[in-house]
Nanobody, 117 residues
């Protein structure tokens, strides 16, 4: 059974920073593309960033230069460093583990991020 548990969300002022973490159980971490997605109130879930097991990264245009995704394969953890937060970054942030060649796609329960003065 694969479990993904996010942490690190909270209330932060515009311009502030947060570091989100995702801890994964199970062997999927070794093969999966790990990613962060977010869903703002009234909007669809959207991609934030992904990182392959070799460390290749991909970012949504809206977060490039402000967000940094990373993973530690030995510890089976993934992080998202978020800087220069904007009110439009307010959303629930979800951890995803995806291994389509194995028919695997798992989600965490999410951690909320609120950017407000």
């Amino acid at each position: 059974q694969v479990q993904l548990v996010e942490s690190g969300g909270g209330l932060v002022q515009p311009g502030g920073s947060l570091r989100l973490s995702c801890a994964a159980s199970g062997t999927i971490f070794r093969i999966a593309v790990m990613g962060w997605y977010r869903q703002a109130p009234g909007k669809q879930r959207e991609l934030v960033a992904t990182v392959t097991r070799w460390g290749s990264t991909n970012y949504a245009d809206s977060v490039k230069g402000r967000f940094t995704i990373s993973r530690d394969n030995a510890k089976r953890t993934m992080s998202l460093q978020i800087n220069s937060l904007k009110p439009e970054d307010t959303a629930v942030y979800y951890c995803n583990a995806n291994a389509p060649n194995y028919g695997m796609d798992y989600w965490g329960k999410g951690t909320p991020v609120t950017v407000s003065a």
